[in-house]
């Protein structure tokens, strides 16, 4: 097949999302973390504040559970799958005024165990706000301890992650810009190890010489079956590399 068809200097949208899956993944495992832990630091920090209010205004009245409920939940992939349960419960108050409220919280399972529907439950609100209540055994402290956690833990991890790949795609696009252009030998056209839409993309294994007659090898982005299909070993065709560190290079194709 006449090579024709040669991977273009800037790779579109598909080719870069194929070729830079890593950044991408990490930078949304990144930007996930960041708002489980912003949102779990709003939530600990309103919390904070609202236990002040709690211990200087807040009164306490018997109300009556209406529902209990448990919503289960399937996380992860495969093997990892894990189960989960969460317990609410919704309940109705009354102030001294006559006035009557309907809510719902999550708490603890002992605390779930031992409430019944149409038995007692301890609440506790805010005069002003009656809605701004709480009751015995919940979770809303424990949640916002866990995003805090749990997302910080995300953020770093997606950081590291995002940054390392972040460097390497600043590093290949200066390469595309200002590399030095030497001729490359593809050795081998190899299958790669994604798939798009259902179709094995490949890359190009090459040797090139540098600017002071030294032999590298490299590897080629992902390419698609079509792009791949023009090249065959011993082909010439185009590189870019670091004059600094000429360890490192870009494919061109022509």
Same mark, same amino acid.
């Given at each position: 097949m006449p090579k024709e068809h040669a991977q273009r200097i800037w790779p579109s949208w598909l080719t870069f999302g194929t070729n830079h899956f890593w950044l991408? +993944?990490?930078?949304? @495992?990144?930007?996930? #973390? &960041?708002?489980?832990?912003?949102? #779990? $630091?709003?939530? @600990?920090?309103?919390?904070?504040?609202? /236990?002040?209010?709690?211990? !200087? /205004?807040? *009164?306490?009245?018997?109300?009556?559970? $209406?529902?209990?409920?448990?919503?289960?939940?399937?996380?992860? +992939? #495969? &093997?990892? *799958? !894990? &189960? &989960?349960?969460?317990?609410? %419960?919704?309940? *109705? +108050?009354?102030? =001294?005024?006559?006035?009557?409220?309907?809510?719902?919280?999550? %708490?603890?399972?002992?605390? @779930?165990?031992?409430?019944?529907?149409?038995? =007692?439950?301890? %609440?506790?609100y805010l005069p002003d706000e009656p809605l701004t209540n709480r009751v015995e055994g919940r979770t809303d402290l424990g949640s916002a301890v866990a995003g805090v956690l749990m997302g910080g833990l995300l953020a770093v991890v997606g950081g590291a992650l995002f940054f390392w790949q972040l460097r390497r795609f600043l590093r290949t696009s200066r390469l595309r810009r200002e590399g030095t252009t030497a001729e490359a030998t593809v050795l081998q056209v190899e299958r790669g190890s994604i798939f798009v839409k259902n179709s094995q993309q490949w890359r190009i294994r090459y040797r090139y010489l540098d600017h002071l007659g030294r032999t590298w090898e490299g590897r080629s982005g992902y390419l698609s079956p079509d792009e791949a299909a023009a090249w065959h070993a011993n082909d010439k065709g185009t590189v870019r590399f670091d004059r600094l560190r000429p360890q490192d290079s870009v494919w061109v194709g022509k």
């Open positions: 991408l +993944f990490a930078g949304m @495992w990144f930007s996930a #973390g &960041s708002l489980f832990f912003c949102l #779990g $630091l709003i939530d @600990w920090i309103q919390i904070g504040g609202l /236990d002040e209010r709690f211990e !200087r /205004d807040a *009164r306490s009245v018997q109300g009556t559970v $209406l529902k209990k409920t448990i919503i289960s939940s399937t996380s992860g +992939f #495969g &093997s990892h *799958r !894990r &189960s &989960s349960r969460s317990y609410h %419960v919704s309940y *109705r +108050f009354g102030t =001294p005024e006559g006035r009557e409220f309907e809510d719902a919280a999550g %708490v603890y399972s002992d605390a @779930w165990d031992k409430l019944a529907e149409g038995g =007692p439950i301890q %609440v506790t």
